[in-house]
Nanobody
């Protein structure tokens, strides 16, 4: 098990950038595939991006390709989501999730075992 804590959310104007961080505590961070999900008001939680435990492979939902970048620093047990060219429709609570030895294309939230508490990102037009 890992415990996850997100940070870095806030209010940003459309076209701006934000970097989210997710710090993990516990054992063996480097065997977990890490992912970011988001949930907008009145909508279901959706997959955003994932990165393999070694950081070699990444996978993104189409709507964020070319704008968001997921990365990880296993020495710091931290995963990041750099978000650029933000749009109002990116407004959501963003959650970090972890799956031990998960496939990087795992997009169903029920497949992930560990979750953070979420951080709000609000993009104003």
């Amino acid at each position: 098990q890992v415990q996850l804590v997100e940070s870095g959310g806030g209010l940003v104007q459309a076209g701006g950038s934000v970097r989210l961080s997710c710090a993990a505590s516990g054992r063996s961070f480097n065997v977990y595939t890490m992912a970011w999900f988001r949930q907008a008001p009145g909508k279901e939680r959706e997959f955003v991006a994932a990165i393999s435990w070694g950081g070699i492979s990444t996978y993104y939902v189409d709507s964020v390709k070319g704008r968001f970048t997921i990365s990880r620093d296993n020495a710091k047990s931290t995963v990041y989501l750099q978000m650029t060219t933000l749009k109002p429709e990116d407004t959501a609570v963003y959650y970090c999730a972890a799956k031990r030895f998960g496939a990087v294309r795992t997009t169903e939230d029920t497949e992930y075992d560990n979750w953070g508490q979420g951080t709000q990102v609000t993009v104003s037009s």
